[in-house]
């Protein structure tokens, strides 16, 4: 089983912005954490980030026929991307929309995700842990096909 986890802008400055929402765990321990709990469910896991929208896009494409699930936080671009949306959208593959902080009690405009549409789960304000429920529910989704 092959797990891609994709991140967006600024989650690479976690632990160094606003650790008050997003904690004061780095980057580092975010992808340390999610390789640690593939190998305990028997996935492979790659962890890739990008600020730029076309590169997310690019990464979620370089997934069709290479894994088996997708555990995706566009941060802001959940917002706004249209085009993210259409690259789940196009490669089919199971993706669970993951946020570290509870995005339903922040800023109004965070109440819109346009990748929700294509995806499975969404899991909120669960922290880092989010992406490792994630990885678990995908984990359900790929043995029952």
């Excluded at 650790?19 to 999610?34: F, K, M, N, Q």
């Excluded at 640690?36 to 370089?62: F, P, W």
Aim: net charge negative.
């Amino acid at each position: 089983m092959n797990i891609a986890v994709i991140n967006g802008p600024n989650l690479n400055m976690l632990g160094i912005r606003e650790p008050e929402i997003y904690g004061d765990s780095g980057y580092d321990t975010l992808c340390a954490l999610v390789k640690t709990h593939g190998e305990k469910i028997g996935a492979e896991v790659t962890c890739y980030q990008s600020n730029h929208e076309g590169n997310l896009v690019d990464e979620i494409q370089r997934c069709y026929c290479k894994v088996d699930g997708i555990v995706l936080n566009p941060a802001a671009y959940t917002h706004t991307s249209i085009a993210i949306l259409d690259a789940v959208k196009a490669v089919g593959i199971p993706t669970v929309e993951v946020h570290i902080s509870d995005v339903s009690t922040r800023e109004d405009f965070r109440q819109i995700s346009f990748v929700r549409a294509a995806c499975v789960k969404t899991i909120c304000g669960h922290g880092l842990n989010g992406y490792t429920e994630a990885m678990d529910y995908l984990k359900t989704i790929i043995e029952a096909k």
